[in-house]
């Protein structure tokens, strides 16, 4: 952060051309920049993101508040603060605000020339940000809006966004691409998603210096990368807003709107479906995840879409998922056990159903390891079942089995089993929620 050698101090105006708004509390300076809907970032054009549908918006967000509304009425929101710990002591010095302006997408940058001007920019926010009706945000949940949150409730002011929908993008990024993307940052999301990567910009940890030099030594020329910096993530928010829409749309319709996907991402995006009651998209992703791979996952895939016919009563296609991953190489006891479940609560035909519980059996003594799922256990995952518990629990079904079979009085298992007794016992466990 070494500064060239100049004849002084550079002029605001002169680094960053913007004019001073006047406000009822002071003058505020305001940079802005439009940009043609045509105008490509983030692997498409910025109009791409403008028709995405209220639905998906409140499926993407997890709140209902959006399903009504379009990203015309929203404003894409991400500000630059004296220190990265938030709280009280932490001031906002610039907001970027973008939106859509008949054929333009309009960034708007605030700034807060001093502290004293604090006063100045929270009054030219409260006015701009009253021509929304959502806001869009990058951890805006845990951070942005908090903060700005704060320094109007310390100005004695109210809150201008607290009643508004809030799409967080860090949220719905890590429900579509968490499994595949060791971060969800804004800049690896760039990379990998949108397929942008930023020369020369500043990091987000070195943008509270920079003002601070500016403060100390009022030249404007510690300033520009930092506007360049919050106005590329206002452009960001828009895009990957349209990459997230775009990817959540694409198993809506059948044949799907998107090929190739990475197994990982279908997962991730079938779960999603799944948490949002979105359940025949939700099927779709994971039969194509299914026949996809990767081999280390297919086990919770298959379990996972086998619970989820269930649910949606569709027993014989839970069935023929069980058999096929039962049949495969290496043959999955955990897949009998599902079959034989189905077996004999759903069709009650004890004799299939105690076929395949021997075959099991069978299995376990024969191939072992055949009863856990392939691959390495992921370190947020709760550990599988071990082999040894499986089997006493498939001993006790044979046993309920043959009673069944001879009409004899119904078995109930103990109202609180352990693993390793009871025939339920969960052959994979669940992974956490996400």
């Not at 002169?14 to 970032?41: A, H, K, L, N, Q």
């Not at 500000?79 to 973008?98: D, N, R, Y």
């Not at 409260?126 to 704060?150: C, H």
Request: a neutral charge; one cysteine or more.
């Amino acid at each position: 952060m070494t500064r060239p050698a100049a004849q002084g101090p550079r002029d605001l105006t002169e680094v960053v051309p913007g004019t001073r708004v006047e406000t009822p509390d002071g003058t505020c300076y305001v940079v802005s920049r439009e940009y043609p809907v045509t105008y490509r970032y983030g692997g498409g054009p910025l109009e791409e993101a403008r028709s995405t549908a209220g639905a998906t918006l409140a499926a993407l967000a997890r709140d209902e508040g959006l399903s009504g509304l379009t990203l015309d009425r929203a404003c894409f929101l991400d500000t630059e603060t004296t220190g990265l710990a938030g709280g009280t002591g932490t001031h906002v010095f610039l907001v970027g605000l973008g939106a859509f302006e008949g054929d333009f997408f309009r960034v708007e940058q605030f700034f807060m020339e001093d502290y004293d001007r604090e006063p100045a920019l929270l009054s030219a926010l409260e006015e701009r940000l009253q021509a929304f009706e959502a806001v869009v945000t990058f951890n805006g949940k845990a951070f942005d809006l908090p903060l700005i949150e704060t320094r109007f409730i310390l100005s004695r002011r109210r809150p201008p966004l607290r009643e508004r929908p809030h799409l967080d993008l860090l949220a719905a990024s890590r429900r579509l691409w968490g499994l595949r993307l060791e971060s969800c940052r804004l800049a690896a999301l760039e990379e990998a998603v949108l397929g942008e990567s930023r020369v020369g910009d500043v990091p987000g940890w070195l943008v509270p210096q920079h003002y601070f030099a500016y403060l100390r030594t009022q030249d404007a020329w510690y300033l520009r990368p930092v506007f360049e910096h919050n106005r590329l993530d206002v452009l960001s928010l828009l895009a990957l807003t349209g990459q997230a829409a775009r990817r959540f749309e694409s198993f809506l319709t059948r044949p799907p709107g998107e090929d190739d996907l990475d197994p990982l991402d279908l997962l991730a995006l079938a779960r999603l479906y799944r948490s949002v009651g979105f359940l025949e998209p939700a099927v779709r992703c994971y039969e194509a995840c299914l026949g996809a791979g990767p081999a280390e996952e297919i086990d919770r895939v298959g379990l996972e879409l086998i619970r989820l016919l269930r649910r949606l009563r569709r027993t014989h296609e839970a069935m023929a998922v069980a058999t096929r991953l039962a049949d495969g190489h290496p043959p999955r006891v955990w897949a009998l056990v599902e079959l034989s479940k189905d077996l004999e609560h759903r069709l009650r035909d004890y004799d299939r159903a105690l076929a395949v519980v021997d075959r099991a059996l069978g299995l376990l003594t024969e191939v072992p390891g055949s009863a856990l799922p392939g691959g390495p256990a992921r370190p947020s995952a709760r550990p599988p079942v071990r082999e040894d518990s499986l089997l006493p629990a498939l001993e006790w079904r044979r046993d309920r089995l043959l009673r069944r079979r001879r009409g004899g009085r119904r078995v109930r298992a103990p109202r609180r089993p352990s693993e390793a007794t009871c025939p339920e016992a969960m052959v994979i466990a669940p992974r956490p929620p996400e």
